[in-house]
């Protein structure tokens, strides 16, 4: 099998712009399925509205493309009614931050066993680019005509505080490093975060002057470097990529099977 | 006998909704539904099924509708905020055709209102409180074995019509106890899904209905891949924006639901042979409404009752037949 046996080719072209970093995501991530030799009919995609959410229809799994910031909602419903199921939930910064802020958060808290990728461009691109929580303090938008004085989240502090049990991040510069969180990602059993850092250089680049997508693709090698390196121990002004965290911990559907067995014999009644 | 229940309303629900097979409930507390999240998050598991409770309203919306995607009887309850918040995901079972089963047992509003008293104030909202154009169904009941009879009835219209199927009860109902038997199994007929007899590696489309208006389901994890969106979509399930696609998408909501009224429509009616004035209602005032009667009807008044069990679609033919001879 070639990652193009993993496309529904009858859907493209995809509606991404030129120099997009979201094709890229879908390259390492099918090179992850591929990779790991899933089969196309164990895997549910699901995703939420933006361009990071059409995703799902390019890919040649069960899709389920949803409403705003509900993705991971959706998706505990899929997984526990079918736990043998592998769910894989791309998401855009808006639609998994704020207006997906509250099942981010309780989906990590569950460690049900999804594969969440968070596809960070830190602007809304599908309505025009509007900053989102994680565009950050100081950057021009289109709601933010004086830039931005809002604070920005960290995904990997929140999914970590949140209960996260995978924790990861890369860029789509790093296209082949994020093919290999992302197999890590799926293999862990409870809820994996992946943050990608991907360049939007239409409605990002452009307002903030960070160039074509060559350049932005440029400066996210000089502005993040390998968790333990010693370019990041000299210089922490840098972004870590990597594992930040990986840990074992009960995973919701296994945990809710004893709460099966437990009914059964009678226990709460 | 053992099949006989002295209950709330809304354990009736839960009676209801187990002989009709439910096996995935996804909730949020709400005064006055929770009795319902309360009783299945005990008996669903139980006989294998699953419960949980969401983070908020909208998650345990969005997670019924994943849930029966993979092929699993569902069912969340609700009370007026909830149901409010519920609403956009509502309208995206409408337009995905996911069978679900919403239970909304009415309070005071609007906003908080009064949460421990009765309210009737959400049929409209039950039509139109999703956004754009599409037909649903709601039902109702009035006492306890209409309450576990037309819960069945929720499910088997949910699967039948892919679609969501709003159960508008309310405070009173939910809150009250009386008895309720539980029929044995087969008394009620019980309806699943159809599912797709397209075998592996032959084009299935999802939304191709056949001449009757029905779909037959795939669920996921099965041998047809396919695409389920909010989006206007074509039979593949793919976005779609020709008007051609459009119109025909928006045509079979609608009529897959206005053409089948008479099988979906439900009503009872009570002196209404020689009446001369008809009191029209449903739910805990349908009871007012039949106590007056026969009170009146001892004075010599000729008054009846005609009790709406399905709201919606709204039976305008039988209203109009029942008050023909009315004053």
Same mark, same amino acid.
């Given at each position: 099998?070639?990652? @193009? ?102 989906? $990590? ?31 021009? $938008? ?19 505080? !949140? ?35 991907? @360049? ?14 060559? @350049? ?44 099966? $067995?437990? !009914? ?6 | ?91 995206? !079972? ?40 599409? $037909? ?5 009941? *009035? ?5 576990? *009879? ?21 405070? !009173? ?25 397209v075998p592996k590696g032959v084009d299935y489309r999802p939304y191709l209905p056949r001449e009757d208006g029905r779909l037959p ?91 709406? @069990? ?18």
């Amino acid at each position: 099998m070639a990652v @193009q046996d993993l496309l529904r080719q009858r859907f493209f072209p995809h509606m991404w712009c030129p120099g997009c970093g979201h094709g890229t995501v879908l390259n390492s991530l099918l090179r992850a399925v591929l990779e790991l030799g899933l089969s196309k009919n164990e895997i549910v995609m699901t995703s939420g509205i933006g361009c990071s959410a059409r995703i799902s229809g390019y890919v040649d799994f069960h899709s389920l493309h949803t409403l705003h910031g509900r993705a991971l909602a959706f998706a505990t419903g899929v997984k526990l009614s079918k736990p043998e199921l592998t769910l894989l939930v791309p998401m855009g910064d808006g639609d998994a931050l704020a207006i997906g802020g509250n099942h981010f958060i309780h989906a $990590a808290r569950r460690n049900i066993d999804i594969t969440a990728i968070v596809m960070n461009n830190r602007i809304y691109g599908m309505t025009g680019g509007q900053f989102s929580p994680l565009s950050g303090i100081g950057v021009k $938008a289109t709601t933010a005509p004086y830039s931005t004085i809002d604070n920005n989240f960290d995904v990997v502090e929140l999914a970590t505080a !949140a209960g996260a049990t995978f924790v990861a991040r890369s860029t789509t510069y790093h296209a082949r490093e994020c093919t290999e969180l992302i197999k890590k990602a799926i293999l862990h059993k409870g809820f994996s975060v992946v943050e990608i850092l991907s @360049q939007c250089p239409t409605h990002f680049g452009r307002k903030n002057r960070e160039g074509d997508a060559g @350049q932005m693709l440029e400066n996210y090698k000089k502005i993040t470097a390998k968790r333990g390196s010693k370019a990041l121990e000299e210089n922490p002004g840098l972004i870590g990529r990597g594992i930040f965290v990986e840990k074992e911990k009960p995973e919701y559907c296994q945990e809710y099977e004893k709460t099966i $067995a437990l !009914a059964m014999k009678g226990a709460g009644r | 006998m053992n099949n006989v229940k002295f209950v709330q309303g809304n354990e009736a629900c839960v009676e209801g909704a187990l002989y009709a097979g439910v096996d995935f409930y996804a909730g949020y507390p709400i005064t006055p539904s929770t009795e319902i999240a309360e009783h299945l998050s005990a008996r669903l598991p139980a006989r294998g099924g699953k419960f949980i409770q969401m983070e908020d309203e909208i998650a345990s919306m969005c997670a019924i509708i994943g849930a029966s995607l993979t092929g699993h009887k569902v069912m969340t309850a609700t009370s007026g905020p909830g149901f409010s918040l519920k609403q956009e995901a509502i309208g995206y !079972a409408c337009m995905a055709e996911i069978p679900c089963v919403i239970v909304n047992v009415q309070r005071g509003g609007p906003s908080t209102g009064n949460p421990t008293h009765v309210g009737q104030g959400d049929i409209n909202q039950a039509r139109w409180g999703t956004h754009g154009d599409h $037909a649903i169904i709601a039902l109702t009941a *009035s006492n306890h074995q209409d309450v576990f *009879s037309m819960t069945v009835e929720a499910f088997n219209l949910a699967e039948t019509y892919r679609t969501p199927v709003i159960l508008l009860l309310d405070e !009173a109902v939910g809150h009250m106890r009386e008895k309720l038997v539980i029929p044995e199994a087969g008394e009620l007929e019980t309806v699943d899904r159809l599912r797709t007899s397209v075998p592996k590696g032959v084009d299935y489309r999802p939304y191709l209905p056949r001449e009757d208006g029905r779909l037959p389901m795939s669920d996921f994890g099965a041998e047809h891949r396919y695409n389920v969106t909010g989006l206007y979509h074509d039979m593949w399930g793919f976005p779609s924006a020709s008007p051609r696609v459009v119109n025909e998408l928006l045509r079979h909501l609608i009529d897959k639901i206005d053409n089948n009224s008479n099988a979906i429509i439900r009503y009872k009616e009570k002196f209404l042979e020689d009446a001369d004035y008809v009191l029209i209602s449903y739910g805990s005032s349908a009871r007012s409404a039949i106590h007056l009667a026969k009170n009146r009807r001892e004075k010599g008044e000729k008054i009846g009752v005609l009790e709406l @069990q399905t709201i919606w679609p709204f039976p305008a033919e039988i209203v109009r037949e029942k008050c023909a001879g009315a004053r």
